[in-house]
C-alpha cells in the first residue's frame, strides 16, 4: 500500500456542484494532515490544515477519519476558480505528499 | 510581497553541466525544504535544513547537494544533472520541524531543463 494514495482525476464537476475527494494514509501513526492546491506549473499553496473534529473554512470542508485513514476534501458550490490538482500531505516522522487529484469546474 | 524567492524561474543547462539552484526568504523560518516535482508527480522532498542541521533523504542521489549560509538563503547543486533531472525544483520553508501542524511556504520553483 502506498503512504498516501490519491485518486488522480481528473474530476470533471459542472460550476455550482458539490465535489468531494477522499486521500488514504498507511501509517496510523501520523500526526498532521494538510490539503494544498496546486495550480498548473505553480507551487502547492496551503488550502487548509485538517483537525481531528474536522474543519471548514468558508465553502471547503475537511475531515479526518483515523479509523479508516483517510481525509477527505469536500467543495460546495464550486467555481471556475477552483480548478486546479489538490495534494494530501501527510506528516509522521516525514512529511509525504499525495500525487494530487485533478479537478476541473466546467462552465 | 514574496516571502519565499526562487532564481532563477527557469533554467537551461547542459548534460553533465554543473547547475546551482537559489531560494531565499523573508520569513525567519527555521527550516527550508528541497523537493523535485516531476510532470503529474507528487513533489518528492531532496533534503532540508533545520537551521544549520543538513538532513539528507536515503534516496536522494549524491548529485544533488544543498548550502545554507545563513537563515535566508539556501541552495541546490547539481553536480552533473542528467536528463531525468529535468524538473521543477520546489524551495520550502517552515517555522519549525517539530510542531504538528507546521505549515509549509513554498517558492515559486524553478523549472530546469537538461539538454
Known amino acids: 500500500r502506498k503512504e498516501v494514495e490519491q485518486d488522480p482525476g481528473p474530476f470533471n464537476v459542472p460550476e455550482g456542484a458539490t465535489v468531494a475527494f477522499n486521500c488514504t494514509y498507511s501509517n496510523s501513526a501520523s500526526q498532521s494532515f494538510f490539503w494544498y492546491r496546486q495550480d498548473c506549473r505553480k507551487e502547492p499553496k496551503l488550502l487548509m490544515s485538517?483537525?481531528?473534529s474536522g474543519n471548514e473554512d468558508g465553502r471547503f470542508t475537511a475531515q479526518l477519519n483515523r479509523a479508516s485513514q483517510y481525509i477527505s476534501l469536500l467543495i460546495r458550490d464550486s467555481k471556475l476558480s477552483d480548478s486546479a490538482t489538490y495534494l494530501c500531505v501527510v506528516r509522521d516522522d516525514k512529511i509525504i505528499f499525495g500525487k494530487g487529484t485533478r479537478l476541473h469546474i466546467l462552465p | 510581497d514574496a516571502m519565499v524567492i526562487q532564481n532563477p524561474r527557469y533554467q537551461v543547462t547542459q548534460f553533465g553541466k554543473p547547475v546551482t539552484l537559489s531560494c531565499s526568504q523573508t520569513?525567519?523560518?527555521?527550516?527550508m525544504y528541497w523537493y523535485q516535482q516531476k510532470s503529474s508527480q507528487a513533489p518528492k522532498l531532496l533534503f532540508h535544513?533545520?537551521?544549520?542541521?543538513?538532513?539528507n533523504e536515503a534516496d536522494t542521489p549524491d548529485n544533488f547537494q544543498s548550502r545554507r549560509p545563513n537563515t535566508s538563503f539556501c541552495f541546490l547543486d547539481i553536480r552533473s544533472p542528467g536528463l531525468g533531472d529535468a524538473a521543477m525544483y520546489l524551495c520550502?520553508?517552515?517555522?519549525?520541524?517539530?510542531?504538528?501542524?507546521?505549515?509549509?511556504?513554498f517558492g515559486p520553483g524553478t523549472r530546469l531543463t537538461v539538454l
Open positions: 520550502a520553508t517552515s517555522r519549525d520541524r517539530l510542531a504538528v501542524y507546521n505549515e509549509q511556504f
Open positions: 520569513l525567519n523560518h527555521n527550516v
Open positions: 535544513y533545520y537551521d544549520k542541521d543538513f538532513n
Open positions: 485538517v483537525y481531528s
